[in-house]
């Protein structure tokens, strides 16, 4: 069975940082494609970074350009997520996913564009909370 665990959320003021881990028991290093998502209150989840791990291209959400950075550890299946200079619309539970046979194009997010990508993913995390102050 697959598990994605998450950790690494918190409560931060603005400007703050935080590193989001997800722990993949084999399927960070197996899937073609790993991201991040997050779901604030009272809205639709949506994709924020991915990466396809063949050849290490990354994607982003406009919203989280220069801001946000993924990477991945194969030795330790973990994927992770470098959070900096919070906002307060950055509050969401942030959740992994992952897609073993995913291609790049879908791994940007395809016709429907990284945000509105959730549909191309097979296995997710829990998720983990995040929550910024001002």
């Known amino acids: 069975q697959v598990q994605l665990v998450e950790s690494g959320g918190g409560s931060v003021q603005a400007g703050g940082s935080l590193r989001l881990s997800c722990a993949g028991s084999?399927?960070?290093?197996?899937?073609?494609?790993v991201g991040w998502f997050r779901q604030a209150p009272g809205r639709e989840r949506e994709g924020i970074a991915t990466?396809?791990?063949?050849?290490?291209?990354?994607f982003y959400a406009d919203s989280v350009k220069g801001r946000f950075t993924i990477s991945h550890d194969n030795a330790k299946s973990t994927l992770y997520l470098q959070i900096n200079s919070l906002k307060p619309e950055d509050t969401a539970i942030y959740y992994c996913?992952?897609?073993?046979?995913?291609?790049?194009?879908?791994?940007?997010?395809?016709?429907?564009?990284?945000?509105?990508?959730?549909?191309?993913?097979?296995?997710w995390g829990q998720g983990t909370q995040v929550t910024v102050s001002s």
């Open positions: 084999g399927y960070i290093t197996s899937s073609d494609c």
């Open positions: 996913a992952a897609r073993p046979d995913l291609g790049p194009f879908g791994c940007s997010g395809g016709y429907s564009g990284l945000t509105r990508s959730e549909h191309e993913f097979s296995y």
């Open positions: 990466i396809y791990t063949p050849d290490g291209r990354t």
